[in-house]
Every structure is written in structure tokens, then in C-alpha cells.
């Protein structure tokens, strides 16, 4: 199991859980829930923000808030 | 008598309601601000059959009804108040066939109200494309609903809408999941406590900050029986609430969605690559806005001239028909240059709004976000920030307007706070007519003076930035979400409908402020107190007898000025402005340019009693004022003082109202106003003492 800003490109990898607490609802309701499916697409100059696929959903959030998601890499 | 039903359209971003609600309603939209806060209101009428209309609200795009932003409150307030006048007769949920399944989220929700719901899916044309297939009799049977789909590109299922709205009667108003049995012991004394209310209007109570007219967060933890919960174990429920809601979801389109992704084009990818690329993707950003900033500069000259022109002979005719008199006088001087100066931003406006929502609509705006995200959160800005700090250079104004899509309030207050050191077009001539003055010609100093100005109002935009970033505190915790669309050919209409809503706004909206102080300046133009204003005619012949007609005419509009209300303040202003290398002259150009800051040549065209106000003329008597020891006024150190004090200084009336209307009061407005026009001041004179 892996931090989300760990995770590397276009490997696909499975939510494995969040830190409720520090993740905004916006994006639990997004998709990032534990279970579904996340890859992540594109990262922007030195890393930050993240561009992720989670679900059928295609969003970026910032490092800051991807190290509160733990994944788990699908074989 | 025709019947109105409310009908609320709702829905995430990006899945194409605001097409939906074009095509309902056509031009008769209005565009108004839900009171005491900047969200925009949007309604407009739709004919459903001859005797029955729908009145369609746009609601603010929400992904769900958990509020995190003032956009999203207005949609849960909305539905949660019965007795409100905009209360829906039935909901619209606008969904999006790829996204469905986050979409649906919303939709559940909803339902979850009791209100008759009606489920749209939107984008119908791109299932062939993307391979989709959707059992629709089953999903209404399952969802408990009627389903449209529509195809706002291709014209299709909008009359299917219309129909289903008007026999909104048949639709069932059963909740859509049983929101109890996510703690069942909670809701349990919850119910017991308020035994009439709907245990999901209260939950929505409970968990968000939203006033309820008959009930009120306060009354539900102040009920004593009630063992109220902290925050994280809520949030923890709510996210529970989402998890089965999903489930549900799930359940639904498990049987009900097919995708065969052999089937699916991806151009997602292929324009990402290339668009998001760390080195390209910048390049082609730079290059977008420079051909954007390159059209607005030249296709907005030509209609302005065309305005500036048209409101100039306007009033030579009204002064020239008219009987001379106030009223002509106010007409020929005040109102109609006001009116032209309103009017002469339009061009600017509509072009820059043109462009920008074209960006927006094709799906770009997200991916430049992405890409700038991280060096203006540096400064305490957002990556949303991009485009107002850009469209400053052009104006202000409608800069100001575009950072409404900037969600997180505070990085939203710092950009509009910022945007006007941005060097705005307005300021070009001032720059022009200075710098030609006072910057020797020989090699590229005329040139990079003029750069250097570009280059340091965007220098001190991000200073103050950060300035601002470190003492300003709000509570609300800052994140960063963004949904990066698919990329879609903008639709015409939706584009030319947003430019005329963003046009109209700043007309009226701005233009009553530009016209009062329009008129005030005008005032205190024409009236002086004393016999040296209204003797201004007979005190000149007799001091330079000597004067022909055409002369003795400007010489005497001058010695009018200079006694005037407006002269006097001037003077009185100079005490203050005279370590700046500033005399009273500048001074009532100065307070002028308030109205615009174009308008300080003109002024010191008329202050220096210039037949023809071509730039030459006017140039050769400033370069020939003096000061009393014989020197010349504008020499390198006012030039410079005046340059910088025009880079720094908050003069732009207009500015000052979008950032009250933006701000809901005047008080960012006016710490704008002094601590721009403080630090200006700063630097006028520390520049002129360094240099004279």
C-alpha cells in the first residue's frame, strides 16, 4: 500500500482508504471513495497539482490533499 | 390567465444545463444576483403548451447538495424552503451520459426532498461515440422517475422536456434512498424531537450552514432530549451517506449501462499529451493569449474609434441645436461624454468574453489551471487566477468579472484585489504622451520605459499578492478540486449569450456609477463660487485685451477652469502633490482621471488651452509650461513621479464599482482605493526626490 503522490504514471491502483478527515466531501462525492479504481494521468512541474482518473471521474487535486489518499496497486 | 410552474434546473458542472437552459429559454433570460451575495441568479420562461409557461431557474452547477461554496448554499436554500417564491414546482436534473454514474449522485438527493424530479441526460449524441448503451424503461422504473435524454448539439429532446414538465403531477415524489439507515439509533431521536419534519431536510440542517425558515440549525442543538454529534463523526456519517448512495447508484446502472470501450474514441488523451505537456503545453498557452491580447487590441479599435467619434459629434450637435443653456450644457458636457465612456469599454468587453468563454466551453480553461496551479499559489493565488491577471492588461473591468469562477473565496478577494496594477489599456496614452516627453529618443529607451511599466504592474500584482496572502485570514479551509472536462466544440449560442450577459452587466451595472460621477465632475467644472468664475469673461479681455475671438475664447474656458469648483480643489491639492513634482494643473488632471484614466490628456488639453487637441499640440505646451524659477515642468523627474503614481494609483471609477458589485460593499473597494493611491503616492515622490 501506497501514498497517492507515490503512485506512479498510468499504473492503475484501488483506493485502499482516505483520511476522512483532512479530504474535502467534494471530492469523496467525486468518486474518491475506498474500492474504486484511481490512476493517476499527469502530475504538473515539480509534481504538483496531480491529474487523476478515480472512477470514471477525471479531476486534479493538489499533493497536498493526495497524501491522504492510501492505494493499493492492482496487478 | 396562462399558468407558471417553478421549474429548477440543477446539475454538476460541465454537463451541459446551461445549453439545456439556453435552449429552454432562448433570450428571455435575466440575469440577476440572489440578494446580499454575488451568485448569479439566471431565469428565464419557457412555453410548455398555449396556456402554461415554465419559469426556469439555472441553478448554480453542484455536485451535490453537501453546500462548499456560497454557489452551492444557494440550491440547498432553495430547496429546502417551502414557502420561498422560487421554490420548484419540479426539479431538472441535468446529468451527463459519460459521467452518469457521479452525476446520479445529485439526483438521488434531490429525490431524497419529495420533490417531483424529472432525470435529463444530456450529451445523448456521444453514446454511439463512446460506446454507451442505456436501458432507459428500466432505469425510470428502478430510479422511480421520468428520464429525457436530450442533445443540446443536435437539437433533440428538448420538446420530450417541455412535455415531461408539464405533467409533473405524474411523477412520483418517493424518496429515492432511506438516508435513516445510515445510523438508524440517530435518526431515531432525531424524529422523535421534530416528529413532523423530513428526517433528510434535517440532516441537510444539521450538517451544512443554511438558513431554514421553520427551523433552524441552532433550535436542533439546542434541543435538550438531542445528544448532538461532532464535527468528524458527521462528516464521517456523510461520507457513509455517499458511500450508499453509490451503492445504490450501482445497483441501477450495473443492469441499466453498457459500455463497449472498443467502441469509444479517446481524443481525451491525445489532446491532453499535447496540451498538458510540461514544456508545449505552456508554449501554446503563451501563445493562445498572446493571439487573444493581439485581437482585442486591434478588431476593439475600430468600433471604439467608431464610439469615441460618434459620442464626440453627438455632442457638438446637441450643443450646436440646442438652446444654449444648464441643460445643454449637462448634456453636451456631462451626460453624453459619461454615456461614451461607458460605452467605449463594450468592445474591449464582449471581445475578451468572447474568447473566454470559448475557452471555457472547449474544456482548455481546466488544463491552464492545471498548468499554473502551482507558481501562483506561491503568491497566495490560484491557478484560476490566471485569466483575470492577464485580461487585466486589456481592462479591469471585465477581469475583475472573471474571477467568478474562482471558488475558494479568499484567493478569489487577493486576484480581484491585485488585477488593477495590472497595466490596463487605459493607461496606454498617458504612458505614450510622458514618455515621449521626458525619455530621450536616441536608442531603446522610449521602448523599454514602456515595458518596464508593463512589467512592473505585474511585478507589484504579485507582490501585494503575497503581501495579502500573509495577513489576510479567513476560516475556510482552502482546497483545490478541479474536474477536468472532455474537450467539446463550443456551441455558438452559448458562447454569444454568455458575451451578451457579461456586456449587459457592465452597462448597467457599472455605467450608473461612471455616469454620477460623470455628471459630478461636470459640476464642478462649470460652477465656481466668487466673481472669478462668472466675471471669467470680462476679467481676461481686460487683463490681454489684445486677444482675437478663437483665442480669447479658450484663454477664457481656462481661467474658468482654473476658478471652478474642480480648479480650486486642484489647488488645494497641491500642497499635498508638490513634492511629487505635481502642480495644480496635473492636480485636476489627476482627480479626472478618476472618470478614466484616458481622460488626463484631454483634461491637460483643455487646462493648457489647446485649440486642436491632436497628441503634438498638446505635447508641445507641455513641454513648454515652466515653473516659477524658469525650468520646465515636465521634466525626467515629474515624468517619471507622474508615470509611477499613474502604474500604482486606484483612478478608475469603474474598477471601483465592479469591485463593490463583486464584493457586495464598499469596503474592499475602498481599502483598494487608499492603499493603492497611498502606495502611488510612495513612490511619486520618492522617485521625484531621488531624481529632481
Keep these: 500500500m501506497i501514498r497517492l503522490d507515490q503512485l506512479d ?14 479530504l474535502p466531501l467534494k471530492l469523496i462525492e467525486m468518486g474518491c471513495l475506498p474500492g474504486n479504481d484511481i490512476r493517476l494521468i499527469q502530475k504538473a512541474p515539480f509534481d504538483d497539482p496531480l491529474y487523476l482518473q478515480i472512477d470514471t471521474s477525471h479531476l486534479a487535486i493538489r499533493k497536498e490533499t493526495a497524501q491522504h489518499i492510501f492505494v493499493r496497486l492492482k496487478s | 390567465m396562462a399558468k407558471l410552474l417553478n421549474v429548477a434546473l440543477l446539475g454538476n458542472p460541465n454537463t451541459g444545463k446551461t445549453s439545456v437552459f439556453n435552449r429552454l429559454t432562448g433570450l428571455t433570460q435575466k440575469v440577476g444576483n440572489y440578494p446580499g451575495i454575488t451568485v448569479e441568479k439566471k431565469e428565464g420562461r419557457s412555453r410548455l403548451d398555449p396556456t402554461t409557461y415554465a419559469r426556469i431557474l439555472d441553478l448554480p452547477g453542484t455536485y451535490s447538495l453537501n453546500a462548499s461554496s456560497m454557489d452551492e448554499s444557494v440550491v440547498v436554500e432553495l430547496l429546502l424552503n417551502k414557502k420561498d417564491k422560487d421554490f420548484p414546482d419540479v426539479a431538472v436534473v441535468v446529468t451527463d451520459v459519460e459521467n452518469l454514474k457521479r452525476n446520479l449522485l445529485l439526483f438521488t438527493q434531490v429525490k431524497d426532498l419529495n420533490i417531483p ?19 432507459i424503461p428500466l432505469m425510470e422504473t428502478q430510479l422511480n422517475t421520468r428520464i429525457v435524454l436530450t442533445s443540446t448539439r443536435e437539437k433533440m429532446g428538448i420538446d420530450s422536456l417541455r412535455k415531461a414538465i408539464l405533467n409533473y403531477r405524474a411523477l412520483s ?21 421534530f416528529p413532523n419534519e423530513s428526517l433528510y431536510k434535517l440532516w441537510l440542517v444539521i450538517t451544512q450552514d443554511v438558513n431554514f425558515s421553520k427551523l433552524d440549525r441552532q433550535r436542533v442543538s439546542d434541543a435538550t432530549a438531542f445528544k448532538t454529534q461532532p464535527e468528524s463523526d458527521l462528516k464521517r456519517l456523510q461520507q457513509k451517506e455517499t458511500i450508499k448512495r453509490y451503492q445504490l447508484i450501482n445497483g441501477v446502472l450495473k443492469q441499466a449501462y453498457k459500455v463497449d470501450l472498443s467502441v469509444a474514441v479517446d481524443l481525451r488523451s491525445r489532446f491532453d499529451r499535447v496540451l498538458m505537456h510540461k514544456f508545449w503545453g505552456y508554449l501554446i498557452f503563451f501563445f493562445i493569449l498572446m493571439l487573444i491580447f493581439q485581437s482585442i487590441y486591434d478588431w476593439s479599435s475600430i468600433p471604439q474609434d467608431f464610439i469615441d467619434g460618434t459620442f464626440a459629434s453627438l455632442s457638438d450637435l446637441a450643443k450646436q441645436q440646442l438652446p444654449t443653456g444648464t441643460f445643454t450644457s449637462l448634456l453636451a458636457e456631462g451626460i453624453i461624454p459619461g454615456l461614451g465612456g461607458i460605452l467605449i469599454f463594450i468592445p474591449q468587453i464582449a471581445l475578451l468574453f468572447f474568447f473566454l468563454s470559448l475557452l471555457e466551453e472547449s474544456g482548455y480553461m481546466s488544463r491552464v489551471v492545471f498548468l499554473m496551479d502551482r507558481g501562483l499559489r506561491k503568491f497566495g493565488l490560484s491557478g484560476k487566477s490566471v485569466i483575470p491577471l492577464i485580461s487585466g492588461t486589456a481592462c479591469a473591468i471585465p477581469a475583475v468579472m472573471a474571477t467568478r469562477n474562482i471558488e475558494n473565496w479568499r484567493e478569489r478577494l487577493i486576484t480581484i484585489l491585485v488585477t488593477p496594477f495590472t497595466t490596463c489599456s487605459a493607461r496606454l496614452p498617458v504612458y505614450a504622451i510622458l514618455i515621449s516627453l521626458v525619455i530621450p529618443k536616441q536608442g531603446f529607451y522610449q521602448g523599454m520605459t514602456l515595458m518596464g511599466l508593463y512589467l512592473l504592474g505585474f511585478i507589484m500584482a504579485l507582490v501585494s499578492s503575497w503581501i ?45 456609477i461612471i455616469m454620477a460621477i460623470s455628471i ?33 475664447e479658450t484663454k477664457i474656458n481656462a481661467y474658468k477652469l482654473e476658478h471652478s469648483y474642480i480648479g480650486i480643489l486642484g489647488k488645494s491639492l497641491e500642497p499635498a502633490i508638490a513634492p511629487l513634482g505635481f502642480d495644480w494643473k496635473i492636480g485636476i488632471a489627476l482627480i479626472s482621471s478618476f472618470a478614466a484614466r484616458e481622460v488626463f490628456v484631454g483634461t491637460l488639453a483643455t487646462i493648457y488651452h489647446v485649440e486642436s487637441d491632436s497628441e503634438e499640440t498638446i505635447k508641445n505646451r507641455m513641454a513648454s509650461e515652466v515653473r516659477q524659477d524658469g525650468s520646465p515642468l515636465f521634466n525626467l523627474a515629474t515624468g517619471i513621479s507622474l508615470m509611477l503614481f499613474y502604474a500604482f494609483a486606484m483612478q478608475c471609477m469603474s474598477t471601483l464599482a465592479i469591485v463593490k458589485k463583486e464584493t457586495n460593499g464598499w469596503k474592499w473597494p475602498m481599502i483598494q482605493l487608499f492603499s493603492m493611491t497611498l502606495l502611488a503616492y510612495l ?6 526626490q531621488i531624481l529632481s
Design chain 2, 683 to 688: 513612490a511619486a515622490f520618492t522617485s521625484y
Design chain 2, 173 to 193: 415524489t418517493e424518496p429515492a434512498m432511506d438516508v435513516t439507515t445510515i445510523d438508524p439509533e440517530y435518526f431515531e431521536s432525531l424524529q422523535r424531537i
Design chain 2, 468 to 512: 495579502l496572502s500573509k495577513t489576510l485570514k479567513f476560516n475556510s479551509k482552502s482546497y483545490f478540486v478541479v474536474e477536468m472536462p472532455n474537450y467539446k466544440l463550443p456551441l455558438l449560442k452559448n458562447v454569444l449569450i454568455t458575451v451578451l450577459e457579461k456586456t449587459k452587466t457592465f452597462v448597467v451595472e457599472a455605467g450608473k
Design chain 1, 9 to 22: 504514471f498510468g499504473v492503475l491502483a484501488e483506493i485502499d482508504h482516505i483520511d476522512t478527515d483532512e
Design chain 2, 117 to 135: 424530479t424529472i432525470l435529463v441526460i444530456n450529451m445523448a449524441d456521444q453514446m454511439k461515440r463512446k460506446g454507451i448503451t442505456l436501458d
Design chain 2, 520 to 552: 459630478l465632475l461636470w459640476i464642478m467644472a462649470s460652477y465656481g463660487p466668487g466673481k472669478n468664475f462668472s466675471n471669467a469673461a470680462e476679467i481676461v479681455q481686460q487683463e490681454q485685451p489684445q486677444l482675437n475671438n478663437e483665442r480669447l
